[in-house]
């Protein structure tokens, strides 16, 4: 069922309908580095560039006016090792063995990030690129499932989940920090780190002649909340008023859009800026009880609702991406996975992410697609899930909800009710038989695939 989703390339070419758009070919032009930045639960308008009055993060905005923001982008998952599956094997995490948190302990573990999956940075590495994460891992603590076993040449930041506290660098006591697969205990905010290890390795990177992928996982701004006491200075002098919490959020995220800021200017200072593709975006949606800004969609982070799911998103590329573009189109974190696989003229093989590299490359042009049911999960323990699912699943205005395993299911047109504050599952019998239907079967798809390591 995996390659039921399909895009139809030619010899470099992307076909949509009688038009053809032309894709960097390595024979005539050089790969592209590629800096794609994951934050860690940030809202869908904590960036400044919603107009959002309290936050300041001229950085990240700077990314959205040279290229283009998408509007109507979605994690696939609303917490964070099932989103980070997706993005780095383009298909829906459950069938890649991760329907939930990757944990420390057995007990609370919902996911095992199946090793047979080939990843994006085992791909890139067919066409010559250099591979590299700097920060959050997440998906999984012990072999097979270290960065470097699964396609990434070089690993400096964060093997596991949260961190209990961004200058001791611990959970549940242990040190998770690792160069490679050697245990390490740097000083300083876990920010700044990865800020400082990423500026390195694009100053390496630039003697190579090889191009670079390297992924920017920052664990901010995640609980628990703690910038810089400068940085929560500097909030709260600029915005009167301003609640305790949200200050701290505010903080931590503007602290690391200045790091951003400066892993971007390493890439000008060393040439390298106008022929990277930058993409910015988060592993789902903002914690509320963090105070973080979902705007307008309904809840955040853990939920199936649009605020756990819609993430900010921009990408540019100097070189080939005009500026100023806003776009519309529905795209998940599993579509970096195609697109930039394509980008680099390697064809996956069956999986559920589509390309959207043409919106990218050509602004006059509207990418025609094949409409396509999204479907989302998320297993979980605790007394509210013990180790169910809830599920949601989106069919062209109609979606589908499932937010804990102990609520009765939900029904939202989401053309007229984009808050999803009607619930008309006992007005459409047929639409929800349908919905339910096409449900069914994904989870049938994802159950086939086991999520805890073989014993």
């Known amino acids: 069922m995996k390659n039921k989703y399909k895009w139809l390339t030619m010899i470099g070419l992307v076909t949509l309908g009688m038009a053809s758009i032309s894709v960097t070919n390595p024979e005539a032009d050089p790969l592209p580095n590629i800096l794609l930045i994951l934050t860690d639960d940030q809202g869908y308008h904590d960036v400044s560039y919603y107009g959002t009055s309290d936050l300041r993060t001229p950085n990240i905005d700077q ?99 949260m961190m209990d506290d961004y200058w001791a660098h611990r959970r549940h ?49 995640h609980f ?26 505010v903080a931590l995220i503007e602290h690391m859009d200045d790091g951003i800021g400066k892993v971007v200017k390493t890439l000008k200072d060393e040439g390298l800026y106008e022929n990277t593709l930058i993409i910015f975006t988060s592993d789902n949606g903002g914690h509320l009880p963090s105070m973080a800004n979902n705007g307008p969609v309904r809840d955040g982070k853990q939920s199936m609702y649009e605020g756990g799911l819609r993430v900010p998103a921009c ?28 980008l680099a003229n390697v064809e996956p093989k069956n999986i559920h992410g589509r390309s959207f590299l043409p919106t990218l490359l050509n602004e006059n042009q ?16 605790g007394k509210e899930y013990g180790g169910m699912a809830s599920y949601g699943l989106r069919k062209g205005k109609w979606k589908l909800v499932k937010n804990s395993p102990h609520k009765p299911m939900e029904l939202f047109d989401m053309e007229n009710d984009k808050l999803e504050k009607n619930n008309v599952i006992d007005q459409n019998p047929q639409v929800y038989a349908e919905l339910n239907k096409l449900l069914m079967k994904h989870i049938q798809e994802g159950g086939s695939i086991p999520w805890q390591k073989p014993q």
């Open 315 to 342: 990408m540019s590329w100097p070189g080939r991406i005009k500026g100023g573009r806003v776009s519309n189109q529905t795209n998940l974190s599993m579509d970096l996975y195609p697109t930039l696989l394509q």
């Open 366 to 381: 509207i990418m025609v697609v094949e409409e396509r049911d999204l479907y989302f999960t998320r297993r979980e323990g």
């Open 63 to 161: 990314i959205a006016k040279n290229g283009i923001r998408f509007d109507e982008f979605y994690a696939n998952c609303p917490v964070c090792s099932p989103t980070r599956a997706a993005l780095l094997s383009g298909s829906y995490p459950d069938v890649v063995g991760v329907p939930g948190v990757i944990r420390t302990f057995p007990e609370d573990n919902w996911g095992y990030f199946n090793p047979k999956e080939p990843t994006l940075p085992a791909m890139l590495s067919k066409k010559g690129y250099q591979t590299a994460i700097i920060g959050k891992w997440h998906l999984g603590l012990e072999s097979p499932n270290t960065p470097n076993e699964r396609g990434f040449d070089y690993f400096h930041g964060w093997l596991g989940d």
């Open 173 to 221: 006591n242990i040190n998770y920090m690792r160069e490679n697969n050697k245990v390490i205990d740097p000083e300083g905010h876990a920010t700044d780190l990865f800020t400082t290890w990423s500026q390195d390795y694009i100053k390496k990177q630039a003697k190579s002649k090889k191009p670079f992928f390297l992924y920017l996982a920052y664990n901010a701004p």
């Open 224 to 249: 628990p909340v703690q910038p810089p006491k400068e940085w929560l200075a500097k909030v709260k002098a600029r915005e009167k008023g301003i609640e305790e919490k949200r200050a701290n959020l």
